[in-house]
Structure formats: structure tokens, C-alpha cells
């Protein structure tokens, strides 16, 4: 029994005058973690309920009821298989036949999404559950990643953020990247080269943003990342080729940061986790089906209710035949398309628990590659100028990429992936041309456009279990920092599916309860 997975009216003796849930004890893990979550120091613990989340308590005492989902299916059993299985036949010696016959039809942990995202989450669960028969299947639409966010990335990796749990998951990026070649390696496997060039990124900042700087600086070091603020006399001594004008502090990465191939990476966790035994599927999820489960009554939890508990997914193939997978642990890894997914399970279309969506959306971004003859060269950092323009240098030759995130005014249509040219020709050129005088004599060579699984709520990842449906885990909404973060966060969920909690580090302020409490957690430098 999944207990934790109340209704939100089966919590009202739990509620204190101060507290959302105090003292909650669940054997998978509380409702809230049992406190509320403020995302600044000066914050006060014993802040009242009611003055921090004016809006919540109505659906708190709402009773959640989880809308139909998707119809039954009778699961699919081929022909040629019923008739195999009449005649004692198994077939199973044949791998071709069993491959075509043997449709996965159930599994202990399905993930939606076989990105960066999905295919770290598979290989840790593998590699750390691989000779127990821990099975493992990963749906994905489109295994040649011609539109994934992944491959579409500029691979950057930095220690650089504002949040502590942002750090520590790009420092221990960094070390997995050091090791990634021996790591995803296998007896008849080579693992990756990623190709990581260690350039590190540079920041900006005004008058006005330089007391940020500083403070996310004493963090950074404090952590152990090794970050260096320059003065513009120090910034110009270091970069001749920069014009530090309107600049009042720059930081930069000395180590651990730079960018990589982010495809090197995507196959090489691909390819280990199938060596490991994980099974891939093409198929797009298109339903989830659910069973009721007694929800049995405790002491001050009231009457015992029925919990609806999800149970199988529907695929639908290449061929348009539409499959069943039954699971016991369901991971929602599907980037930018999460939020849309998340909605065939009820979420964001119940009442209660079930009434706030998932707030991840795609949105694009523009990646331009251009020359420049007279550039920065080779040391050239990725850097982030005061306006939110980055550029950093692509390959040899003279050659560079660059790039900014609009305004919500300026967001453009995500119905394909064309290009707006002008939106570099306006916006980015003229800043970074500002920025680096050698960009004023460029061409413009190519671009392409990716998109991110833009968290709306505040930028940031949700990761971990839903408060209803207490068997689907989320590892979604990075915001633009997800590659860098995959080897993290894939062995943080494993640690919540195999041990219960997070060990190495402990991300519960990125949870799903913060969006029903209302408490972003927001993070300053995102690029």
C-alpha cells in the first residue's frame, strides 16, 4: 500500500496551527517532507500557514478524486505467440522471434523519456540493481533524437548557480565526466568521449548585480567549486579581448566547467544501460490505466477510502498499435513534453491533490554558429554578458556559437523549429558585438533551435514522488541545466526507489509539494 498517497481531507488531523504536516510518518516518504519549504535564508520556520499559502488550504481539505483516465485494454497478445504458447512452443531461443513476439508487456519501473534524463536514470538503476532482476524499460518516441533536447544543447557545464543543490549536482557532473570513459564502459562496450574542453564560464555583472555575484560566490567556494572574481582591471588583464565597459565584477570557473559533446554522453549512457539489461521501447505514452487500493484507516487518518493507483501504460507503436506495460514504479523523464504527459495520469485535472499541473512546457531557444576572424581565439570561456547574451567557441577556425533567452513578450512559437534569423541580427548580435569588438566583423554560418522543459513555477527541476500518485517519480523541468545535471540526478532517484531518500545529495526543496504550497525556490543565474 502506497499510504502515502492521501486524500488531502484524510490529512486534516495531521494539520497544525503552524505547520502543513508535522510529525507525518509514511513509509515512503511524507507528504511534505514534513515542513514547509522557503527558498530564502531570511525566511522564518515558524512563518504561519495561512499568510504562506493563502491559496492551498482549499485544496488541502478538498477530497482528491482522480478523473477517468484512460479505457482498460486487453493486454496484446500476438497470434503467432498464443499459438506458440498452445503448443508448448516458447520461441525464446530464437532472438529475432522473440523480439518480435515478446512485446514487454510488464516491468518494475517504467520511464517515460529516453533522453540524457531517462538514460541516467536507467543506468544507475541497473548498475546499481542489475543482478537482482530488477527489470527496466524506457519509452521513447524518437530514438534517433532528431529533436531531443539533448543532442539540440550547447553541452555546457558550470558550478556557477545560486542554489546549493545546483552546485552539487554540476561538481558531481564534473567528476562523472572525468570518469564517464571507464564508467560507461562495459566487457565488449568502449565508453564515450565527451570531448570536454574545460574553458569555463565567465559571468557579467553590473553595479546592480555584482552584490549577487558575491554572494553566490561565498556559496560556490564554500562547496568546493573553484570560482574567481575579477575587478574589470583584472577581467581586461585576463581577457585582452574584452571591453569591460558598464562590467563592475566578472566571475569565472577555473575548473570543472567548459562544455562537452552532449550526444557522446546521451549514447553512452544508452548503451550501458542496455548492456546492462535495460530494454528500450519506441512508442509514444499516450493513457495510464489505474486500480483502486484500499487506503486502510489509522489512527487520527479517519474512515479507509479507496486510492486510485496507477498501474499500466499505454504505447502506442510506429505501426499505430496501441500496447499496454503494466509497472510498479512509473519515472517521468520527458523533458519538455512532461507537463502534456503528466496530464494522462490526472494531474492537473483532478480535484485536491490532483488539481495543480505539472508546470513544465516546452520553449524554444536559438543556437547561432557564426565566424569571426578576428575573435577571442582559442581561450575563450562561455560567457554570459550583463544583457543575458552568451557566446562561446565552437570547434577550431575561428568559429563560435552564441545565443540568449527572450523576454516573455519575445517567446516564440513552439510549433516547429525554425529559426528567427532577426532575432540575432536585433537582439544578440549588437550585444555581443558590443561586448567582444572582434564580433563586429562576422558571418553568419548556421543555427538550429532546441527546447527547454521550462519549469513555469520557478525555473527549476521537479524531482521525486507525486503527494497522490505515490508511484510515479518525476525528473523533469531543468530549465536549461538538465544535461549537466543527468548523472546527478539519475543516481538521486535511484536512491529514492532503491533506499527510500536521497544520500549523497539531498534535493528534497525540488520536490512537487512546493508547487502545492506555493513556494518557489528560485535560482539567479539562469542562462
Known amino acids: 500500500m502506497f499510504n502515502r498517497a492521501l486524500t488531502g481531507v484524510q490529512l486534516k488531523p495531521w494539520l497544525k496551527s503552524k505547520y502543513l504536516v508535522q510529525s507525518v510518518s509514511f513509509p515512503v516518504r511524507s507528504f511534505c517532507n514534513s515542513q514547509i519549504k522557503y527558498s530564502n535564508k531570511g525566511d522564518e520556520s515558524d512563518k504561519p500557514l495561512s499568510n504562506a499559502v493563502p491559496d492551498f488550504q482549499s485544496e488541502l481539505f478538498e477530497e482528491t478524486r482522480c478523473p477517468p483516465l484512460t479505457k482498460p485494454l486487453k493486454?496484446?497478445?500476438?497470434?503467432?505467440?498464443?499459438?506458440?504458447d498452445y503448443l508448448g512452443i516458447t520461441g525464446r531461443n530464437n532472438p529475432q522471434t522473440h523480439n518480435n513476439l515478446y512485446f514487454p508487456r510488464h516491468c518494475d519501473i517504467v520511464i517515460i523519456g529516453?533522453?540524457?534524463?531517462?538514460?541516467?536514470?536507467?543506468?544507475?538503476l541497473k548498475q546499481r540493481g542489475h543482478d537482482n532482476g530488477l527489470r527496466v524499460i524506457v519509452v521513447e518516441r524518437d530514438?534517433?533524437?532528431?529533436?531531443?533536447?539533448?543532442?539540440?544543447?550547447?553541452g555546457g557545464l558550470r558550478q556557477q548557480f545560486s542554489l546549493p543543490e545546483n552546485i552539487q549536482m554540476s561538481l558531481f557532473g564534473a567528476e562523472f565526466l572525468r570518469n564517464a570513459k571507464r564508467l560507461l564502459s562495459g566487457e565488449n562496450l568502449e565508453g564515450p568521449d565527451v570531448q570536454f574542453h574545460p574553458y569555463g564560464y565567465l559571468f557579467l555583472a553590473t553595479q546592480k548585480g555584482a552584490d549577487q555575484l558575491?554572494?553566490?560566490?561565498?556559496?560556490?567556494?564554500?562547496?568546493g567549486a573553484k570560482i574567481k572574481l575579477f575587478s574589470p582591471y583584472k577581467l581586461k588583464e585576463k581577457f585582452p579581448w574584452i571591453n569591460t565597459d558598464g562590467v563592475e565584477?566578472?566571475?569565472?570557473?577555473?575548473?570543472?566547467?567548459?562544455?562537452?559533446?552532449?550526444?557522446?554522453?546521451?549514447?553512452?549512457f544508452r548503451n550501458k544501460a542496455i548492456e546492462l539489461g535495460v530494454e528500450f521501447v519506441k512508442a509514444d505514452t499516450v493513457g495510464f490505466e489505474t486500480e483502486d487500493t484500499l487506503v486502510h484507516s489509522k489512527p487520527g487518518v479517519g474512515e479507509s477510502c479507496n486510492y486510485n493507483k496507477l498501474k499500466r501504460i499505454h504505447v502506442r507503436l510506429t505501426n499505430g498499435e496501441v500496447r499496454t506495460i503494466d509497472f510498479s514504479l512509473c519515472v517521468m523523464a520527458a523533458g519538455a513534453q512532461s507537463g502534456e504527459v503528466s496530464k494522462l495520469a490526472g494531474i492537473g485535472i483532478g480535484t485536491g491533490l490532483l488539481r495543480k499541473a505539472l508546470p513544465v512546457e516546452p520553449r524554444k531557444r536559438y543556437v547561432y554558429c557564426f565566424h569571426a576572424p578576428d575573435g577571442p581565439g582559442l581561450d575563450c570561456p562561455l560567457t554570459v554578458d550583463t544583457t543575458g547574451s552568451y557566446f562561446r567557441r565552437e570547434g577550431l577556425g575561428g568559429h563560435y556559437i552564441a545565443g540568449k533567452?527572450?523576454?516573455?513578450?519575445?517567446?516564440?512559437?513552439?510549433?516547429?523549429?525554425?529559426?528567427?534569423?532577426?532575432?540575432?541580427?536585433?537582439?544578440?548580435?549588437?550585444e555581443i558585438a558590443q561586448r567582444v569588438p572582434g564580433f563586429e566583423n562576422i558571418k553568419l554560418k548556421s543555427a538550429w533551435s532546441g527546447y527547454y522543459d521550462y519549469n513555469t513555477f520557478d525555473q527549476n527541476a521537479v524531482i521525486g514522488s507525486h503527494p497522490y500518485h505515490g508511484n510515479l517519480m518525476f525528473a523533469t523541468g531543468f530549465s536549461g541545466h538538465g544535461i549537466q545535471h543527468a548523472p546527478a540526478v539519475g543516481k538521486a532517484i535511484m536512491e529514492l526507489v532503491v533506499d527510500g531518500?536521497?544520500?549523497?545529495i539531498d534535493l528534497k526543496r525540488f520536490g512537487f509539494d512546493r508547487i502545492l504550497t506555493n513556494h518557489p525556490v528560485f535560482e539567479q543565474n539562469i542562462v
Open 214 to 223: 558575491i554572494e553566490n560566490h561565498k556559496l560556490q567556494t564554500s562547496l
Open 501 to 504: 531518500r536521497f544520500i549523497d
Open 75 to 84: 493486454p496484446f497478445l500476438h497470434p503467432i505467440k498464443r499459438s506458440f
Open 143 to 154: 530514438p534517433n533524437y532528431t529533436r531531443a533536447s539533448t543532442v539540440l544543447s550547447v
Open 249 to 268: 565584477l566578472a566571475s569565472f570557473g577555473q575548473e570543472n566547467e567548459g562544455w562537452f559533446d552532449p550526444w557522446a554522453l546521451l549514447n553512452g
Open 114 to 124: 529516453g533522453g540524457i534524463m531517462g538514460c541516467s536514470i536507467a543506468y544507475w
Open 405 to 430: 533567452s527572450p523576454t516573455a513578450n519575445e517567446e516564440p512559437g513552439i510549433a516547429n523549429l525554425d529559426v528567427d534569423y532577426t532575432f540575432f541580427d536585433q537582439q544578440v548580435w549588437p
